[in-house]
Protein backbone atom coordinates (compact mmCIF):
# COMPACT_ATOMS: atom_id res chain seq x y z
CA UNK A 1 0.00 0.00 0.00
CA UNK A 2 1.29 3.73 -0.69
CA UNK A 3 -0.16 6.67 0.12
CA UNK A 4 -1.14 9.90 -2.14
CA UNK A 5 1.16 11.99 0.04
CA UNK A 6 4.14 9.32 -0.14
CA UNK A 7 3.88 9.35 -4.42
CA UNK A 8 3.72 13.08 -4.77
CA UNK A 9 6.53 13.47 -2.36
CA UNK A 10 8.56 11.06 -4.13
CA UNK A 11 7.21 12.76 -7.48
CA UNK A 12 8.85 15.99 -5.85
CA UNK A 13 11.86 14.73 -4.96
CA UNK A 14 12.51 13.17 -9.00
CA UNK A 15 11.49 16.99 -10.39
CA UNK A 16 13.70 18.49 -7.69
CA UNK A 17 16.57 15.72 -9.01
CA UNK A 18 16.66 15.89 -12.44
CA UNK A 19 13.61 18.59 -13.36
CA UNK A 20 10.28 18.80 -14.95
CA UNK A 21 11.49 18.25 -18.25
CA UNK A 22 13.70 15.34 -17.72
CA UNK A 23 10.02 13.91 -16.62
CA UNK A 24 8.12 14.50 -20.02
CA UNK A 25 10.89 13.66 -22.01
CA UNK A 26 12.46 10.52 -20.71
CA UNK A 27 9.41 9.21 -18.97
CA UNK A 28 8.97 9.16 -15.09
CA UNK A 29 10.58 5.34 -15.16
CA UNK A 30 13.54 7.18 -15.97
CA UNK A 31 13.70 9.85 -13.09
CA UNK A 32 12.14 7.59 -10.37
CA UNK A 33 11.08 3.78 -9.22
CA UNK A 34 7.46 3.65 -11.12
CA UNK A 35 7.71 -0.40 -10.76
CA UNK A 36 7.86 -0.03 -7.08
CA UNK A 37 5.17 2.59 -6.73
CA UNK A 38 2.95 0.06 -9.37
CA UNK A 39 3.89 -2.68 -7.27
CA UNK A 40 2.74 -0.71 -4.15
CA UNK A 41 -0.92 0.16 -6.01
CA UNK A 42 -1.23 -3.64 -6.64
CA UNK A 43 -1.45 -4.69 -3.23
CA UNK A 44 -4.68 -2.19 -3.06
CA UNK A 45 -8.38 -2.27 -3.35
CA UNK A 46 -8.92 -0.94 -6.79
CA UNK A 47 -11.25 1.51 -5.35
CA UNK A 48 -8.45 2.91 -2.93
CA UNK A 49 -5.99 2.61 -5.98
CA UNK A 50 -8.11 4.42 -8.48
CA UNK A 51 -8.98 6.99 -5.17
CA UNK A 52 -4.77 7.59 -5.06
CA UNK A 53 -4.41 7.66 -8.65
CA UNK A 54 -6.82 10.38 -9.35
CA UNK A 55 -5.67 12.28 -5.93
CA UNK A 56 -1.70 12.41 -7.80
CA UNK A 57 -3.22 13.35 -10.97
CA UNK A 58 -5.41 16.24 -9.43
CA UNK A 59 -2.57 17.68 -6.69
CA UNK A 60 0.04 17.58 -8.99
CA UNK A 61 -1.63 18.33 -12.82
CA UNK A 62 0.48 17.84 -15.75
CA UNK A 63 3.25 16.34 -13.50
CA UNK A 64 0.83 13.71 -11.53
CA UNK A 65 -0.54 12.51 -14.60
CA UNK A 66 2.88 11.98 -16.48
CA UNK A 67 3.54 9.62 -13.57
CA UNK A 68 0.35 8.39 -13.18
CA UNK A 69 0.26 7.32 -17.26
CA UNK A 70 3.40 5.22 -16.62
CA UNK A 71 1.85 3.49 -13.58
CA UNK A 72 -1.47 2.78 -15.03
CA UNK A 73 0.78 0.98 -18.13
CA UNK A 74 3.18 -1.29 -15.51
CA UNK A 75 -0.63 -1.91 -13.90
CA UNK A 76 -1.59 -3.57 -16.95
CA UNK A 77 -0.61 -6.87 -15.59
CA UNK A 78 -2.17 -7.06 -12.41
CA UNK A 79 -5.64 -9.03 -12.38
CA UNK A 80 -8.13 -8.32 -15.18
CA UNK A 81 -10.83 -7.97 -13.14
CA UNK A 82 -9.17 -5.20 -10.34
CA UNK A 83 -7.77 -3.43 -13.72
CA UNK A 84 -10.97 -2.86 -15.08
CA UNK A 85 -12.15 -1.46 -12.34
CA UNK A 86 -9.50 1.37 -12.46
CA UNK A 87 -10.41 1.49 -15.45
CA UNK A 88 -13.91 2.60 -15.01
CA UNK A 89 -12.08 6.00 -13.83
CA UNK A 90 -12.75 8.61 -16.91
CA UNK A 91 -9.69 10.19 -15.61
CA UNK A 92 -7.80 7.35 -15.35
CA UNK A 93 -9.08 5.83 -18.44
CA UNK A 94 -7.64 8.24 -20.52
CA UNK A 95 -3.99 6.68 -19.91
CA UNK A 96 -4.26 3.52 -20.81
Given at each position: MITTAEIVGLLDEAIKSFGEY???DKGASEVMDVDQIA??????TAE???QVLEEVCDQKGENG???VSE???NLDD????WFDKIL???KLSQFY
Open positions: QLHDKIKDMSATEALIISAESEESE
